[in-house]
């Protein structure tokens, strides 16, 4: 995951720093976000767009680019399609094994360090993993923002049914005992088109700040891979702002700005050519109370209509999750714990419309609070940010193909309102920006609901599974899909 969730600056500038031709960069952030004048870097912007473009779209790579390419000196060794493959069919990449094909001890580390598996039942080992992920885990190229897990978001993120707690890697340094790597994975069934796997899905691959460029990151993935397999699951969806060979799909971060002038303040948002403070305050203001009649917290209780409804919704993409029930009840509403906090408290948010007289379950809207550390800033410490996750919503139902206009029409007007009360949502619970992909359908209602492009981007993977190229939500020059929208369902954190 989670790879560097861009941080825009509101123009639609293509992010171009991780398409240098150097690959030392891949472990650079997806973003500069000090370009609030919305000028470029200095780069050779127009090959650099060129190449993002084609990269974005999936389509095939020059000569000069497959070059570049080819120093992938671990990825071009593993089960991915390499940039240049033409795809004929999907389906697993290697030949078929058994888990007794596969060594039963770990991966020869380091004669400094050692393997660790981490116990994050434990609630010391579960601080340590967040405090090392808080200190070195994704950060823009400036430092001046941090992603800020926190031990709560963890229990969430890590410790879904079927969780493994060998599948917490850790590596330590033998004679400190300090955590220096970390790699995880955690259970999910996922659908490709018509074919169901069984994957993992992996996640907050750290390596220590002082210990990168060491090849440390291509041993925990072999490791976590070990151990994976070690339970005869043989394929994995991950997901970086990096380019390695080769996505799946591409989407793009886009940001709604909810308190303008502290995203100004820290250097978040930028002012647009034209524009002033003021007028730029007024376009974000937003109002205190939701619109759509029925829309309250989704309970307990609700579950079995809710993902019913979920699961109706998710035909029409290409790859989703195929959640149990009670998988679909960590994911939605959390833990015990976690159901039981204010609105105000929690990491995920759920709620649904109830049709005021059939009392229908119509629709559902959900997302996470994950806030960003604003490094070295005399005046904020926190910038609070929303994501969306899932959705569902009955609107387009019985209207015929997903893309008529009927359906189109029908979708585009309900998610408007549906997320545009979201975002009224975050915005009473405190948060300074709402982030969402150009996933799902979300390109129907981002301008809209004045949604900004961001820097960064998505790169979604399989491992060991190869695709036809799934749509992320992107034309070719970078504006919103309408017309293809997006095949991407799965929402990874
Ligand atoms: C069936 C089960 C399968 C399970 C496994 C499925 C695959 C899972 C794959 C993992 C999914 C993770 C999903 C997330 O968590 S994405 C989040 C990644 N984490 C961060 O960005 C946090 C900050 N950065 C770091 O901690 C380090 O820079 C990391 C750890 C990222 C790399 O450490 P370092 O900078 O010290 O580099 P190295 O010298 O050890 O290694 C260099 C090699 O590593 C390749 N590299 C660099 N970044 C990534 C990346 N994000 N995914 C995959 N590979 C990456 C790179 O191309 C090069 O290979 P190659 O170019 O020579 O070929």
């Not at 780069?43 to 992938?72: C, S």
């Not at 939500?473 to 095949?487: A, K, P, T, Y």
């Amino acid at each position: 995951m989670s790879k560097f969730k861009a941080l825009g600056n509101g123009t639609r500038q293509p992010d171009t720093s991780n398409l240098t031709p150097s690959h030392h960069k891949f472990n650079q952030p997806q973003t500069s976000i000090k370009m609030s004048d919305g000028k470029k870097p200095e780069v050779n912007a127009n090959l650099i767009e060129q190449l993002l473009k084609k990269l974005a779209m999936g389509e095939e790579l020059t000569e000069k680019q497959r070059k570049d390419m080819k120093d992938y000196k671990f990825w071009k060794t593993q089960p991915v399609a390499k940039f240049d493959e033409k795809i004929d069919h999907e389906g697993p990449i290697d030949k078929p094994k058994t888990p007794a094909d596969i060594p039963d001890t770990p991966y020869p580390m380091l004669k400094e360090f050692e393997w660790v598996t981490m116990d994050l039942d434990q609630d010391e080992q579960l601080s340590e993993v967040h405090e090392f992920l808080h200190a070195n885990y994704v950060e823009d190229k400036d430092s001046t923002f941090r992603f800020a897990y926190s031990p709560e978001f963890f229990e969430w993120a890590l410790k879904p049914p079927g969780w493994k707690k060998e599948w917490h890697v850790g590596v330590r340094a033998k004679a400190s005992k300090k955590l220096v790597a970390f790699i995880s994975a955690i259970p999910a069934k996922l659908r490709v088109r018509s074919k169901e796997l069984q994957t993992v899905e992996i996640n907050f691959l750290v390596v220590h700040k002082q210990l990168r460029n060491k090849r440390l990151a291509p041993v925990l993935i072999k490791e976590i891979t070990r151990r994976v397999n070690k339970h005869d699951i043989w394929q994995a969806l991950y997901t970086a702002g990096v380019v390695l060979p080769s996505p799946v799909t591409t989407c793009r971060y886009t940001h709604r700005p909810l308190n303008w002038p502290k995203l100004y303040d820290i250097g978040f948002s930028g002012l647009r050519p034209g524009e002033t403070k003021a007028s730029t305050v007024a376009k974000y203001t937003i109002g205190s109370t939701t619109k759509v009649a029925g829309l309250r917290p989704m309970k307990l209780e609700d579950v079995d209509e809710v993902f019913e409804l979920f699961e109706k919704f998710h035909e029409r993409y290409d790859i989703v999750q195929k959640f149990t029930k009670p998988e679909f009840t960590h994911w939605m509403l959390g833990d015990a714990q976690q159901q039981k906090l204010d609105i105000k408290d929690k990491i995920i948010v759920s709620y649904v419309v109830e049709n005021p007289e059939t009392h229908k379950i119509t629709d559902f809207l959900s997302f996470y609070i994950l806030p960003f550390s604003v490094l070295e800033d005399s005046k904020y410490d926190t910038l609070n940010a929303a994501y969306l996750f899932y959705y569902a919503t009955d609107a387009d139902f019985g209207k015929g193909d997903r893309f008529s206009e009927e359906a189109t029409s029908a979708l585009t007007k309900r998610l408007e309102s549906l997320v545009g009360d979201g975002l009224v949502l975050a915005k009473n619970m405190d948060m300074d920006v709402f982030n969402a992909l150009t996933s799902q359908d979300n390109v129907l209602f981002l301008d809209d609901l004045k949604f900004g492009l961001g820097d960064g981007f998505l790169n979604l993977y399989l491992f060991n599974y190869m695709t036809f190229p799934i749509k992320g939500g992107l034309q070719e020059n970078n504006e919103f899909d309408l017309v293809n929208r997006s095949g991407v369902g799965v929402v990874m954190l």
